[in-house]
């Protein structure tokens, strides 16, 4: 869409141009402007596979395709989840057995911030424990079965950490809109359009799910059923937040346990529900993978930029950097193998290897 800025005496009228599209680094046809949203010829739901299962049962592709998320079990060890659970402790200063120390009164930098702080995102970006859960081959190949190509990217995201949703992390200290983002239920695409981008999110379990936690749920009959859905709707709705009767289209909560990975579509409406409990916390690593724009020169430039000085990463507005003690001054950069070095983009995924690494 073009955009006409306002004209003034001294300023010509200017046009804003369209994103420009990156052809990602695959067979098969994938197309983006930020490495987050792409679009395709056909829409991972309808996809035909043309490479052999990796991870995923063919029962598991299906309930994927038809229901909008699978869970693959053990995705990295149980160990390494506890491991950078109490790296997620520890980052924040906060004691896992100290739960009247969970709340303590801090100054935000802006709304923003206490929205974040609200609802338990921890800034921590490029600890190697995060490196190594994003360069698990298991990892790695459950998102190689979603996308039905090799050449993927590892999105730079954080954790999570939400303990009780009481005092400073109140939710009712969000201001409530009639439209737009809920983080109780929501899309992650505009699913007005006529075509709908692609998008894949996921998240690593650092603890075991209970009811009274809260975290992940969703809302798979109504993916199962949108296009139906959608015909029925009338013109103007909420692109991004469903009007549903959940007797209808039920929400439900998959059961994860340490290390267990979710995958889930863009298209699937999900949020996360509130911490009810006295003392217990939901804790999660964000995780996902796309496929790679390695001509988006810039975009590649801020990831290695990113990881080899622990910045904050750029890919989302939402992604602010701890306020105290930022991961720079804290922690060396993480080492990275063969796989993550083509994970972040510092090595092509269709560069030769040397010939004294292919001789041994």
């Not at 141009?17 to 056909?42: I, K, M």
């Not at 924040?92 to 801090?106: I, S, V």
């Not at 009007?243 to 267990?260: N, S, T, W, Y």
């Not at 298209?267 to 496929?291: C, E, F, I, K, W």
């Amino acid at each position: 869409m073009y955009e006409l800025m306002q004209p003034t005496p001294a300023r010509r009228v200017r046009r804003r141009r369209p994103p420009r599209l990156h052809r990602a680094a695959t067979e098969v046809p994938y197309f983006s402007a930020d490495g987050e949203s792409y679009l395709a010829q056909t829409s991972l739901r309808e996809r035909t596979k043309s490479h052999p299962l990796r991870v995923l049962s063919e029962a598991d592709f299906a309930h994927w395709q038809s229901y909008g998320y699978v869970v693959v079990r053990e995705a990295i060890p149980a160990a390494a989840a506890r491991e950078l659970l109490d790296f997620t402790w520890d980052f924040q200063g906060l004691d896992p057995y100290r739960p009247d120390t969970w709340h303590e009164e801090r100054q935000f930098r802006s709304a923003l911030d206490q929205q974040l702080h609200i609802y338990g995102f921890v800034e921590a970006y490029h600890h190697q424990l995060l490196w190594d859960s994003r360069q698990t081959r298991r990892v790695y190949d459950a998102f190689v079965d979603v996308w039905d190509c090799e050449e993927l990217w590892v999105t730079l995201d954080r954790l999570n950490l939400n303990p009780p949703n009481v005092k400073n992390r109140d939710r009712a200290l969000i201001d409530p809109t009639d439209r737009g983002f809920d983080i109780e239920l929501h899309w992650d695409i505009d699913t007005t359009l006529d075509v709908p981008p692609q998008r894949v999110q996921g998240i690593i379990a650092l603890n075991e799910t209970r009811e009274e936690l809260g975290g992940f749920q969703c809302c798979p009959e109504l993916f199962h059923r949108f296009d139906a859905w959608k015909a029925e709707q009338p013109a103007g709705r909420d692109p991004i937040r469903p009007a549903i009767d959940r007797a209808e289209f039920p929400v439900v909560r998959p059961e994860l346990q340490p290390g267990d990975l979710l995958i889930w579509n863009g298209l699937l409406a999900h949020g996360v529900a509130r911490n009810t409990s006295a003392d217990g916390a939901r804790a999660v690593q964000y995780l996902s993978m796309m496929p790679a724009l390695e001509e988006h020169e810039t975009l590649r430039a801020s990831r290695i930029d990113s990881w080899r000085h622990l910045r904050t990463p750029r890919w989302n507005p939402t992604l602010t950097g701890d306020p105290v003690r930022p991961e720079a001054r804290r922690y060396p950069t993480a080492e990275l193998d063969g796989l993550g070095r083509r994970l972040l983009g510092l090595d092509s995924w269709h560069a030769r290897e040397p010939a004294c690494a292919v001789s041994s």
